[in-house]
């Protein structure tokens, strides 16, 4: 345990340093920060200046050279923007998108199980084969799309007037297909109750959550189709292996059978999906972040991007890369409490 | 006994329209969509349009723009040219700071001495030799040289409160030190005159504004109390915050989406042209026809300028044929887009080059409204005169790299006169490149004409302010037909607001919102 820890340690540092590596390498396309600092009329001394000031002008060993000694020291260097310590940036940042993915991850898990297991066991239902045909559709629409059409119909609200209104049904029709919207389009909402150090949470007041349910619906979109049709197929599969035919022999109750036998066995793989899908949730974040102006790390970047923030992008894809490295660990380590015949690397056979 | 009734309901009608009359005077809050956030608080670390936007809100100038160019006294309540050098301006007297000190002539003398020192307005600001406090209330500016526009730099000097921002901080560094990307004591500290307090800043993310008790200004209709301003960058979100209520007022409403706004219900959208002239350069160096005048005329006659903006634009831009647009001094009424493919075509014969020829061009993708397909779309255009255009976009982030190598054939430009004067255009996209003076900076293209830079130059030193405009729309029909540069049209802004929330008498060409005199009425 300890050992595949280490392990595990030490691909992290390693992955940090290839990212630092390529991120320092591609800043030069990233733009030149010193345009976004200064007002067009300033003269080209004025520029170099700038730039020899923050180090710009050294080759490029230099500069990650000090980088890298600095990062060492556990400093990242200044965001240009923010003015303010990279990784300070960053950790104020992380709550809200740690609070996106965690909502939008309840989501998928309270829905995507049900789902998954009623439509692998009655796969010929209506109520399955709708699932199954939603689910199609939901891969199918970019997370953008997503976003903009839920604050249309819950934020914005949409006027039908398809049907014709003076005829009872028609005007019925069209009030019960229009919708008022009063869900707040963007932002975490003033209502945040402080925790701990940077981190307000959305999760403590009626109008935080109401600011996070589009958001979270949307970015949960975006796995929750994939998360149902792994489970059918798991399931499908653990319902036709020898050990469930023989409890159903047994006389167990079908319930038993499918929730205690058969479930346990179909959630393997799907944790470790999941895991790896965590992962690349924060980054999807990116897209949602961008349309409700979810004051997290996913706009930020893209923010920084923007401004060609160098130090903020380089600590950001670091950061994630770490975000991966510990989650897959986590998984790996769940995945062997689950399955005990699992061995993590450095445990004696 | 009707009477009796109808007095009684007058009786209760006034009192409840007292009652709301001092209940919309209690607390009006704003909430603002803007596209982008101010950089910092300090108001000479960078010159751009968001730090100006704000220090209209926490600070006053000078003097500042009506809606059609004309000076408005603030700090400022009256000038004189005693002479050709020397101005006169008395200040306003019983003005305090957020701070609670007193407002007087040695904070505008420190406030344009430290302009002199900030590298974003040191070089607006050359043409200032000195500034003197002659008594508590008036301070004398001496330029090195007659300069016709010192009200248009007195619009940027916003004083600062000369107490507050001198001394140390606890660590050490100077309060007044300018930082451009630093953790510097104004970068985080306010304290202006102006209607506004800054009491919550989370960058990036909100910014709150409280009105201030002691504003001079107590003849200012403005009734917000107070301001929550989200920066929004993502167009489609900012809309949907209006539209959903979710604030009240957002700038750069987007072309595609001002008929939706137009038409939802409880929202006003207000155009207002504006003074960013966007077009292109032809590159001489690179492309040896562009040397001749018949080819640069015939590449500004293939373009149909009305075309893009009816068209592309959606009727949000006014199609242009100078740099300045209306109000401007310079601005000549008889210049007007000429788009004639015949004739652009015969230019091309007469000079040689019917058969064309091919070039690169480079636009940004997300700096002006729509820029990669007007880019696409005047490529389409000058193909008709067989000059085939190899367009690449670009972020802007990458652009301005791309600009400053100058490598490509034909580039794309916006550029807002600092001054708000027609001078500034010339001197940074027209004038012969002169590296040590700094003229001509923006001069992709290489163009040089000695004639119109002389004009303009003795323009500048003009203080006859009626000759010089007429020197300037002379410069402007020069370089109309000599084509220095290829216009297209100045960008229309959009501002929205929910119902009630009037801001047609506070937005202007400028694109500085003056908030202070803000009225809500709901």
Known sequence: ??????????????????????????????????????????????????????????????????????????????????REPALEVIARHLPATLELVFAATLLIVLLSVPIGVYSAIKPRSPISRFFMGVSIIGISIPVFLTAIVLIQIFAIGINVTL???????????????STQGSMPSFGRGHDLVHVVGHWDTNLASWDGIRHLVLPAISLASIMLPLFIRLIRAEMMEVMQSEYVKYA?????????????????????????????????????????????????????????????????????????????????????????????????????? | MNVKKKLLTCAIATAMAGSLLSLNAQAETLRIGYSADFETLD???????????????????????????????????????????????????????????????????????????SPDYRAIF?????????????????????????????????????????????????????????????????????PFMVTERRQGVRV??????????????????????????????????????????????????????????????????????????LNEETVEPFQDVRVRQAVDLAINQEGIA???????????????????????????????????????AEAGYEEGFSVDMIAPNNRYVNDAQIAQAVANMLSRINIQVNLRTMPLAQYWPEYDTRQSDIAMLGWHSDTEDTANFFQYLSFCIDEESGAGQYNYGSYCNEEIDALVTAADSQTDLERRAEMLREAEAMLYEDVGFVMLHWQNLGYAAADGVDIEPVVNAIDFPYLGDLVIER
């Open chain 1, 163 to 177: 049907f014709p209104q003076d005829i009872s049904w028609g005007a019925w029709l069209n009030a019960t297909l």
């Open chain 2, 310 to 348: 009816d068209r592309l634009m959606r009727g949000f831009a006014t199609p242009a044929a100078q740099f300045s647009p209306e109000g401007y001094s310079g601005h000549n009424p008889d210049l007007t887009p000429r788009y004639d493919l015949e004739r652009a075509q015969e230019l091309m």
């Open chain 1, 248 to 349: 159903r022999a047994k006389g167990i109750s079908m319930r038993r059978v499918y929730f205690v036998h058969a479930l346990k066995n179909t959630m393997l793989p799907v944790i470790t999906v999941g895991g790896v899908q965590i992962g690349t949730m924060v980054a999807y974040t990116i897209l949602t972040e961008t349309v409700f102006q979810w004051p997290g790390m996913g706009l930020m970047f893209l923010d920084a991007i923007n401004r060609a923030d160098i130090p903020l992008i380089v600590t950001y894809l670091m950061v994630v890369g770490v975000i991966f490295v510990v989650t897959n660990t986590v998984v790996d380590l769940i995945y062997g409490l689950v399955n005990p015949t699992v061995k993590l690397t450095g445990k004696p056979a």
């Open chain 2, 208 to 281: 709150d504004f409280e009105r201030f008790d002691d504003y001079w200004d107590t003849e200012s209709p403005g009734n917000v109390t107070n301001i929550v301003l989200t920066p929004i960058a993502e167009n489609a979100s900012r809309v949907a915050a209006l539209l959903s209520g979710g604030v009240d007022f957002i700038d750069a409403v987007p072309p595609n989406d001002l008929d939706r706004v137009r038409d939802a219900n409880g929202v006003d959208l207000i155009e207002i042209p504006g003074t960013r002239i966007i077009g292109f350069q």
């Open chain 1, 1 to 82: 345990m300890i050992a595949f820890l280490i392990k595990r340690l030490m691909h992290a540092v390693l992955v940090m340093f290839v990212i630092s590596v390529l991120a320092f390498a591609i800043q030069d396309n990233l733009g030149d920060p010193v345009q976004q600092m200064v007002g067009q009329s300033v003269p080209e001394s004025e520029r170099a200046a700038l730039r020899e000031r923050l180090g710009l002008n050294d080759p490029f060993l230099v500069q990650y050279g000090r980088f890298a000694k600095n990062a060492l020291q556990g400093d990242f260097g200044y965001s240009y923007f923010y």
């Open chain 2, 43 to 117: 108001l000479h670390e960078q010159l751009s349009g968001g730090v100006l936007r704000f220090s209209h809100m926490a600070f006053d100038p000078l003097v500042r723009w009506t809606k059609d160019f004309q000076f408005e006294p603030r700090l400022a309540t009256e000038w004189e040219q005693t002479d050709d050098t020397h101005m006169r301006l008395t200040l306003r007297e019983g003005v305090t700071f957020h701070s609670g000190n007193a407002f007087t002539a040695n904070d505008v003398v420190w406030t344009i001495e430290r302009l002199k020192e």
């Open chain 2, 126 to 194: 050359e043409p200032i030799a000195s500034v003197e406090a002659v008594d508590d209330y008036t301070v004398e500016i001496t330029t090195t040289e007659p300069y016709p526009l010192l009200l248009n730099l007195a619009t940027y000097v916003f004083p600062m409160d000369s107490a507050f921002y001198s001394g140390e901080t606890d660590d050490g560094s100077d309060k007044a030190e300018i930082v451009k990307a630093g953790n510097s004591f104004a970068s985080r500290n306010v304290s202006g005159t102006g």
